[in-house]
């Protein structure tokens, strides 16, 4: 589909005029030009990324190492197709969405950050400080993330080392996922469960979890448990059911928690 939408984009730009602003080779640079997922999307992120490291070929030789990563990012593809109103179509995430660019650039950072030897650690926090320096996004490379992640405009956001994100979670901007300050223990971060909304500037500190299908609200400063099934709302957050009788929504309009089975998706985009 991706390439389809490329195609399609490419041949609209042509009849526009001999001006198409750089669009066309945009879209053969960073799409056409490929003859997959990881290798385009290593071309993308090392194109957006500086430093004087090759952050694209960071990402190759994750990929290559370990596929989980590429289909994991075909996962946050079609996730965010599905939820978020201001996509019309994989190519429009894919070439300018920079939640999307940030959680794959979280995943190559924590692919490095697991491998041995100093050397790989200092590559992570390089992708890692290079990120937040172009994206304003601050993920520490040990954070681990599942499927399906949708990070809808992602400015502001800080997601702590110990910090464990499920599938299918969806976070707004300014989210924070930091530490008390007052923990002796190196887990300090918190796990988010599958199907959670982050509304826009809430907060949650501490090793506390956000259980299954529960949403933290906009400003919302949480650091104790939330049941699956839950809302906390408040500062400090006040935590309740959500009523079987309230459906819950992403911005798009999709009911959430939002599930795919992701089989063969890299295939497919």
């Known amino acids: 589909m991706l390439i389809l939408e490329a195609e399609e984009a ?26 997959s997922l990881a290798a385009g999307l290593s ?53 300018f969405f920079k939640g999307f660019f940030c959680v794959q650039c979280a995943r190559v950072a924590h692919h490095f950050w697991n491998l041995p030897g100093k050397q790989s650690r200092i590559l992570a926090l390089a992708m890692q400080s290079e990120m937040a320096d172009r994206f304003d996004v601050d993920i520490h490379p040990a954070a681990r993330w599942g499927r399906g992640i949708t990070m809808d405009h992602a400015g502001g956001c800080v997601i702590g080392e110990t910090s464990v994100i499920g599938d299918n979670v969806y976070l707004m901007h300014d989210v924070t996922l930091g530490a008390t300050g007052t923990s002796s223990e190196h887990d300090r971060h918190p796990k988010i469960g599958d199907g959670v909304f982050l ?34 709302v408040g500062a400090p957050a006040k935590v309740r059911p ?13 009911p959430l928690p939002f599930g795919s089975p992701y089989a063969n998706l890299v295939e497919g985009i």
């Open 199 to 232: 509304a826009a500037k809430c907060t949650v500190l501490g090793n506390v979890h956000i259980g299954h299908g529960s949403i933290v609200g906009a400003h919302a400063l949480v650091n104790r448990h939330v049941p699956p099934g839950h809302v906390a």
């Open 43 to 95: 071309n993308s992120l090392g194109s957006k990324l500086g430093g004087g490291i090759d952050f694209g070929r960071m990402c190759e030789a994750a990929y290559a190492a370990d596929p989980d990563i590429i289909e994991a990012a075909a996962c946050d593809l079609k996730r965010t197709l599905d939820l978020d109103p201001a996509a019309d179509g994989f190519l429009r995430i894919y070439l």
């Open 242 to 254: 959500i009523r079987d009788d309230v459906a819950k929504h992403a911005p798009s309009g999709a």
């Open 10 to 35: 490419l041949g609209e730009s042509r009849t526009v005029g001999k001006h198409s602003f750089g669009l066309i080779s945009l879209i053969e640079q960073r799409v056409l030009a490929h003859d």
